[in-house]
């Protein structure tokens, strides 16, 4: 016998047994499966509805036409609500990137003598500059500091906490 044979017989002998003892485990899990979960599956309806209900789809797929008849299970949706932000958030936010280091000329926050000369203009002018922009001896002001999704308010907010830690 050659080498060459030797190793075939072995070789298909061992994947043989392997063959068996797989298609054994699989026989074994079967029965064992059927024997414990198997009775309970078939037996509860209650069961078969909530595994039903969960794994339904959520989505459908529409050919050109179906609009119509979907659009009777669409759903209004709500508007997305836009919270406001207060006066330090604001400044964290959006104001800080110039006023915390004092780029472009920008007053840093609580430095009162640099606040005090904008303030002595009065707050509504201090309002329009920074909801309007302002460009200044000092430097530019952006209209809203360049955050235009922000609101007048929020703006305002904003000015008067910075004054407020500037005094």
């Known amino acids: 016998m050659s080498q060459d044979q030797k190793f075939f ?11 068996v003892v797989a298609f054994g485990i699989y026989a074994l899990s079967a029965r064992i499966g059927n024997a414990t979960q198997g009775q309970y599956i078939q ?3 209650t069961y078969q509805d909530q595994v039903s209900s969960a794994i339904t789809p959520v989505g459908q797929v529409l050919m050109p036409g179906d609009e119509a008849s979907f659009a009777a299970q669409v759903v209004a949706s709500a508007e997305p609500v836009k919270t406001v932000l207060s006066g330090p958030q604001v400044y964290n936010a959006a104001c800080i990137a110039c006023h915390g280091a004092g780029i472009g000329g920008a007053p840093t926050y609580g430095s009162a003598d640099v606040w005090a000369p904008r303030i002595a203009k009065g707050i509504d002018t201090l309002y329009g500059h920074s909801i309007n922009g302002f460009s200044g001896e000092a430097g530019y002001m952006p209209p809203k500091g360049g955050r235009t999704d922000l609101s007048d308010d929020e703006i ?3 000015v008067d906490y910075m004054i407020e830690g500037s005094q």
């Open 9 to 19: 017989d072995i070789f298909s002998l061992v994947l043989g047994i392997l063959v």
């Open 43 to 45: 037996a509860d309806a």
């Open 156 to 158: 305002r907010a904003a």
